[in-house]
C-alpha cells in the first residue's frame, strides 16, 4: 500500500452515500491537509477529474496516512488540483470563553506565522478552522453539512 500523494481523491463513506475529499497540502506542525468537497454520491464515480473541481463545505487538517493504512479510508484517484485550492490557506483559531462559549479574541495562521485579529471580518468568518479531526468526527462534520462559518 503506497503512501497518499498530494492530489489524491480520498473516498469517505457516510450515511448520506459517498464523499470525496482531496489532499491538497502537507504541513509540518498540522500535518496532511483534506479539501472535502460539497457533495455525496450514491455509488463510486468512474471519472473524478469533476469531483477536484466541486465547491469545498470544508478544510481541515486529517491524518490521512494512517486512515488509509488502516483501511478506514480509500484513496480512489489521483487528480490535479484546482486553482482555487492551490494556495494554503489562512486558518482562524480562537478560545471559546467558557461561561458563554463565544471567541472574543480571534487569530490567523497562514501555516507558517500566526497573528492576533480579535474579532473576525465576515470574510475571515469563511476560513477553515485550524483543527485536526479523526475518522469519526470527519464523518460526522460531512454528514450534518457544516462549515467553518458555523464556528463564530
Not at 491538497?24 to 483534506?34: D, Q, R, S, V
Not at 465547491?55 to 486512515?67: E, R
Not at 471567541?103 to 497573528?115: F, P, R
Request: net charge positive.
Amino acid at each position: 500500500m503506497r503512501r497518499p500523494k498530494i492530489g489524491d481523491i480520498v473516498e469517505v463513506p457516510t450515511k448520506k452515500g459517498l464523499a470525496y475529499a482531496q489532499y491538497t497540502h502537507k504541513n509540518a506542525k498540522m500535518g496532511p491537509l483534506l479539501r472535502v468537497f460539497d457533495a455525496q454520491f450514491p455509488a463510486r464515480p468512474t471519472h473524478f477529474a469533476s469531483i477536484a473541481t466541486l465547491p469545498v463545505q470544508f478544510s481541515t487538517f486529517f491524518p490521512l496516512g494512517a486512515a488509509v493504512h488502516r483501511g478506514i479510508f480509500a484513496v480512489v484517484a489521483h487528480e490535479n488540483i484546482s486553482a482555487v485550492n492551490l494556495a494554503f490557506p489562512v486558518f482562524k483559531n480562537g478560545v471559546p470563553d467558557p461561561g458563554t462559549n463565544k471567541v472574543t479574541n480571534w487569530w490567523l495562521w497562514d501555516g507558517e506565522k500566526e497573528w492576533p485579529v480579535g474579532k473576525l471580518t465576515e470574510e475571515q468568518k469563511s476560513f477553515p478552522d485550524s483543527q485536526i479531526v479523526n475518522d469519526t468526527m470527519l464523518v460526522h462534520l460531512i454528514e450534518t453539512g457544516w462549515t467553518s462559518k458555523q464556528l463564530e
